[in-house]
């Protein structure tokens, strides 16, 4: 599976160079931000836009009318109404997907397994977060690879705040596989026309750069902590290597 995972990589990259904003009550020395808050989890990225971002990356519009012609809409009507349903919803996906924003993130949800709690760099190490890490996405049949450039630098989460410190443990010790949701925000930088295989089905990666991560509790109601996405606040390498 890693074999095959790196040829992805290597297929994605080869010749590329490589949501709602919270704020925390704390800041760590390293920009981290820290704070607990009550909240709902931002809204994740739909497989429609996912599939439209993607279209828009490598210039090749999706199958719109395939896609209308899926929906209950068109098949619970006659064939008279069929036509005119088509070419209304078309129009509306056309419009939707040309004006679309491909600069916003992408947000991604997935479970982040934690490291005890470093007293000695102050933070936690997110152990499943790797070089072959991709978040999965599934519309009308196709199969899509988000592939968070760099996300070994994120494994980090440095810490000084012994409440928010104290509140994770907690969230930790709570949930029933020891894992924890984040939310990441990705912005899409390139796509791959070239599918890979993964588990028996053709992917289609997209890049992306890692902007805003949330930690969230298992309910997925408390904020526990989330991070500044800016290029300065880099988590130091030297921390990431005592865990390799």
Aim: proline share 5%; charged share 20%; glycine share 6%.
């Amino acid at each position: 599976m890693k074999k095959i995972i790196r040829i992805m990589i290597l297929v994605l990259f080869c010749g590329v160079s490589c949501l709602s904003s919270s704020r925390a009550r704390a800041q760590d020395e390293s920009g981290l931000s820290m704070g607990i808050q009550v909240m709902n989890e931002p809204m994740i990225s739909d497989g429609p836009t996912i599939a439209m971002v993607f279209g828009r990356l490598t210039g090749k519009e999706p199958d719109f009318s395939g896609w209308v012609e899926r929906t209950q809409e068109y098949q619970a009507a006659t064939p008279f109404e069929q036509g005119a349903i088509e070419k209304k919803r078309v129009s509306e996906l056309r419009n939707t997907y040309y004006t679309l924003d491909i600069t916003a993130p992408l947000v991604v949800k997935t479970q982040v397994k934690l490291s005890a709690y470093d007293t000695t760099n102050h933070g936690f190490f997110i152990s499943n977060f790797t070089r072959f890490t991709f978040f999965p996405a599934q519309y009308e049949g196709k199969f899509y690879a988000i592939v968070p450039q760099g996300i070994t630098d994120k494994q980090f989460l440095a810490i000084n705040d012994a409440t928010t410190v104290g509140a994770i443990e907690q969230a930790v010790s709570n949930s029933k596989d020891g894992t924890l949701p984040m939310v990441l925000y990705l912005k899409p930088v390139t796509a791959s026309l070239h599918p890979v295989s993964i588990g028996g089905s053709q992917y289609w990666p997209i890049a992306s750069d890692i902007g805003k991560m949330m930690l969230f509790s298992g309910d997925n109601q408390t904020l526990l902590w989330h991070n500044d996405s800016s290029d300065k606040n880099k988590t130091n390498q030297n921390l990431l290597n005592l865990y390799q």
